[in-house]
């Protein structure tokens, strides 16, 4: 109860330092350097509370990858020394990792959905350290990643319908967040300020939809029964609840940038 209670606290502080970061507000490099270190203990909390027949488990990687790309985050935002290591060392990591996990499930078609993300992690370190770039990859390889994601969510929900009510009504969630998800990106990439929307509001959707995504995933991953922890669709939440933290978190890079 108590560990729900901090995650709670600790995700509202986040999307308050998030939206004060967009709106230009002061007080957003306080909530967002309070919100930071909660996620690193929440991260160290799950290491400690994950029972893995070995120490370097994909799980306990995966968290302490996601500790490093944190803490370099917040040193990129307050122009601390170290920054550029800590995100080679995470992104290309988490790419590792990501390729690993796409490989143990190349029987599922669920795999090209880590595969993807894996080379939009990748490029997405090249644009952040500004290294030279392949012309298209970052973009081409994330669009594709968000247009076979919703087509995939609903597919598998409609195949649910009969036999998993309640775990079909989630994945067709999700896959409804994310098309919108990726309606309010593409418009972002192509027609940023057609109709007049800013794009700072623009913004405040993105990242009130990517959190709606990490948290319907975690409520189904929570919610006992109604997900088999030895399926493909348990993997499958499990990933998507960790690529959209890692792309919550990079708004804060975006936003800084705004």
């Known amino acids: ?14 999307m308050l330092g998030l939206l004060f970061k967009f709106m230009h507000y002061p007080g957003a490099g306080v909530l967002l350097a309070t919100a930071i270190p909660g996620m690193v203990v929440l991260l160290l909390d799950r290491i400690i509370q994950h029972k893995a027949p070995t ?14 790309y944190l803490l370099a985050v917040a040193f990129k935002v307050f122009h601390l020394p170290g920054t550029g290591i800590m995100l080679i060392v995470s992104m290309i990591g988490f790419t590792i990792v990501l390729i690993e996990f796409a490989y143990s499930i190349r029987q599922s078609k669920y795999a090209l959905l880590p595969a993807l993300f894996s080379i939009t992690i990748l490029f997405a370190l090249f644009r952040i350290m500004h290294w030279p770039e392949i012309p298209h990859v970052l973009y081409g390889s994330y669009f594709i990643f968000a247009i076979a994601l919703p087509a995939l969510l609903f597919s598998r929900g409609q195949a ?13 969630m999700l896959g409804l967040f994310t098309l919108l998800l ?65 792309m919550l978190v990079m708004l804060i890079l975006v936003a800084r940038n705004h």
């Open 55 to 68: 120490f370097l488990s994909r799980h306990n990687i995966s968290c302490m990858l996601g500790i490093i």
């Open 182 to 246: 990726l309606a309010v990106e593409i418009k972002l990439r192509v027609y940023p300020e057609a109709l007049g929307t800013p794009i700072y509001q623009l913004r405040i959707v993105q990242t009130a939809l990517v959190a709606g995504i990490v948290l319907a995933a975690q409520k189904t991953i929570q919610a006992g029964p109604i997900v088999d922890k030895k399926t493909y669709d348990y993997q499958m939440l499990r990933f998507l609840q960790g690529a959209y933290l890692i």
């Open 160 to 172: 649910l319908k009969k036999t998993h009510g309640k775990l079909s009504k989630s994945f067709l």
């Open 1 to 14: 109860m108590l560990r729900r209670i901090i995650q709670v606290l600790v995700g509202i502080v986040f």
